[in-house]
């Protein structure tokens, strides 16, 4: 519980959006998909019997097709950067996935 609870602090959306960087601006659609894949995928998930952290990575992975988009667009835009921003969204992202699924659990 202290870990979600560290994770709860250390993430949230804005932060995501943050990581991002520069080519955010550039990509917000992209970027909004994955979002949005990653909320709808924790919620559908949370429903289920599991270790949240491990759910919230499934939710992540489930959102496979927008992230290649926005990876895309990011290798395009800062070709030396990509590689570590995707990584950066994606531990964000398994960071809230895990954080809403918790969340939405106590409801």
Do not use: F, W
């Not at 250390?10 to 909004?32: M, R, W």
């Not at 499934?58 to 395009?76: D, K, Q």
């Amino acid at each position: 519980m202290r870990r979600i609870s560290l994770i709860l602090i250390c993430t949230s959306i804005s932060s995501l959006a943050g990581c991002a960087g520069l080519a955010a601006v550039n990509s917000g659609q992209q970027l909004q998909a994955y979002l949005d894949c990653n909320t709808a995928a924790s919620k559908r998930l949370a429903t289920l019997d599991g270790d949240p952290v491990l759910l919230a990575v499934e939710a992540e992975s489930s959102c496979e097709n927008p992230r290649r988009v926005l990876e895309s667009t990011y290798r395009r835009l800062m070709p030396d950067a990509a590689g570590s921003m995707i990584q950066d969204l994606k531990s964000a992202a398994v960071g809230n996935n895990a954080a809403a699924i918790v969340m939405a659990r106590a409801l």
